[in-house]
């Protein structure tokens, strides 16, 4: 549905000439909910903005609906562009416009009569929950129930694909569950293909298929979202995963932490599982095979696209070194992902 | 105050109110598509032409710094030209009409200034054409500033319009000067400064009135 080939933009300003997006690539499929993720000043906010062709790439395509944006003109572009729902974090509601008037407005442009027009928008107002609002002003709104309107106003020329711009970064966690569920109702009700860039990953996890990494301008990991958390590749992701998913642990134990085995010392593991494998005991067995005592230190389970995923951060503490390390080796063998952070004193 | 005073009083009001509403109106009129090309030719912009938009300024920017009284008489053989004589009511309102387009146009430009980039963006997104873009979204959202503006305009037109009496053009200021002034004739005098001072209170208070129906920003 969506198809960005080797896209490049360069901002030339005061200075030097900034990279926002280098040679990105990527497909959504229709029906999907692609999420790009990224630190600010990553460059998702640039390629979100090529596909609709509010900035305009440097080099490279952008197909969305079977057609290269960037080969029409002025006035097939504006067809093109009724067809991409774009929602923002600041909402973007005409001030002077009441709620109804404001979905109405893509319907105006479009030429549509009164009669018509009414007929698209009050079924809008009922979807997002916005019905008894159709006479305020964005002013009397609230920030979730003006997000709403912005999202009621991009379905109104009931488009293929609906770009989301940081749609939830200006709202409160609450009200963010809230808008990412209405995003997910539609699309599942409407078959509607998603596009969001976010710096929280939350929204991720609770909302997205799959996802894409972006730091300095390209994409340095992709894949489904479960994999993606499951199994991070690249320093930046574990270090997104990490902070979205995992407490960290108390200082006291990671001012103890050293790199390297010594004796006295018993290391620290952090055992990452998915699916099934959190039903497993594996650390009772692991406790009764080999002798060893696990002190869990912390623990967690989360549903990412409805898969549990667990996180555990254990101290193996074994009778010496050797002992240690046999555990170490049998756990590593399960179908886990094993890592030791380092060694700590009892 | 005698009869004949007050009829005087009488035809100079409607003098003035007829400069000023014509020229305001004709004003606001070349005015606001002037500030709206002032800003859409503006670098960055849709319409972007910075040698049009530099040429507009200088030449706005002149106009609005020659003082009214000079303008008034500068201009002559244009007012000649335009209505077929330089003295009278109808001949002051081509200097003042004169007056009122640069300063309508900085107002819109300032105004249209005001809407969020944002708003524009997303109708851009709609697949909104430059024009629709203008009507739908800028001077709809502008509309409080723009009203604002015009009425310091039409305010200011009343304030211009005493000096109209330079070329015969009669009004409300040009009685003060004549009869309260020149003939020590301190009724008329105060007569003509309190009419227009309630005339001024009217029109900002029409404006106020107006702004507050179009600006849904304060609940």
């Known amino acids: 549905m969506i198809s960005l080939k080797h896209l490049v933009k360069t901002y030339h300003g005061h200075g030097a000439p900034v990279h926002a997006v280098c040679d990105v690539s990527l497909d959504v499929a229709e029906g999907r909910i692609y999420g790009v993720i990224g630190a600010s000043g990553a460059g998702k906010s640039t390629l979100i903005r090529c596909v609709n062709l509010l900035e305009r790439p440097d080099a490279g395509e952008v197909w969305v609906n079977g057609r290269d944006l960037l080969t029409l003109t002025d006035a097939e572009l504006r067809q093109a562009r009724r067809q991409i729902g774009m929602i923002f974090q600041h909402f973007n509601l005409l001030s002077t416009r009441s709620v109804f008037d404001n979905v109405a407005l893509p319907l105006e442009l479009a030429g549509l009569s009164r009669s018509d027009i009414v007929a698209r928008v009050q079924p809008l107002l009922a979807l997002t929950g916005l019905e008894a609002r159709a006479n305020h002003y964005p002013a009397q709104l609230s920030g979730g129930q003006k997000q709403r309107v912005a999202i009621a106003r991009a379905l109104a020329s009931e488009p293929k694909v609906l770009l989301c711009d940081e749609a939830t970064s200006a709202l409160d966690p609450e009200t963010t569950r809230s808008i990412l569920a209405l995003l997910r109702d539609i699309n599942e009700k409407l078959g509607l293909t998603i596009l969001l860039i976010t710096h929280e990953m939350d929204v991720i996890k609770t909302l997205c298929d799959e996802v894409a990494l972006m730091e300095d301008g390209a994409v340095v990991e992709r894949g489904p979202v479960q994999a993606f958390f499951a199994r991070p590749q690249s320093a930046t992701a574990k270090r997104f995963v990490q902070a979205a998913l995992e407490r960290p642990l108390p200082e006291t134990i990671l001012s103890r932490l050293q790199s390297a085995p010594a004796a006295g010392l018993d290391p620290l593991v952090r055992i990452t599982y998915v699916g099934g494998q959190v039903d497993a005991p594996v650390l009772s067995h692991l406790s009764r095979e080999f002798g060893v005592d696990v002190n869990i230190l912390s623990s967690q389970i989360e549903l990412i696209q409805h898969q549990p995923l667990g996180f555990m951060v254990a101290q193996v503490e074994a009778q010496d070194q050797p002992a240690a390390e046999t555990a170490l080796a049998w756990l590593q063998q399960q179908e886990l992902q094993v890592e030791v952070l380092g060694y700590v004193s009892r | ?219």
């Not at chain 2, 201009?75 to 081509?94: K, L, M």
């Not at chain 2, 009343?158 to 004739?185: E, K, T, V």
Request: no cysteine.
């Open chain 2, 1 to 219: 105050m005698s009869a004949a005073k007050l009829d005087l009083l009488t035809s100079s009001l409607w003098e003035t109110l007829y400069m000023v509403a014509v020229s305001g109106g004709l004003g606001a009129l070349l005015g606001i598509p002037l500030g709206i090309l002032l800003y859409t030719t503006k670098p960055g912009r849709m319409l972007q032409n910075h040698w049009l938009h530099r040429l507009l300024g200088i030449v706005i920017n002149a106009t609005r710094s020659v003082p009214f009284i000079i303008l008034l008489v500068a201009i002559i053989p244009f007012t000649r030209w335009i209505v077929g004589t330089s003295i009278g009511t109808t001949a002051a309102i081509v200097p003042l009409t004169l007056g009122a387009i640069p300063f309508v146009a900085r107002i819109t430009e300032g105004a249209l200034n005001e809407v969020p980039g944002g708003l524009i963006e997303a109708a851009q997104a709609m697949g909104a054409t430059p024009w629709q873009i203008v009507r739908k979204v800028l001077l709809a959202e502008a509309m409080p500033g723009l009203i604002h503006g015009l009425t310091l305009m039409l305010i200011t037109l009343i304030g211009y319009s005493a000096m109209a009496g330079a070329i015969g053009g009669g009004g409300l200021g040009d009685l003060g000067i004549r009869y309260g002034y020149q003939r020590f004739d301190s009724s008329m005098m105060i007569s003509t400064v309190v009419i227009l001072i309630v005339l001024v209170q009217l029109v900002q208070s029409l404006g106020d009135w107006l702004v507050r129906r179009y600006d849904h920003t304060r609940h």
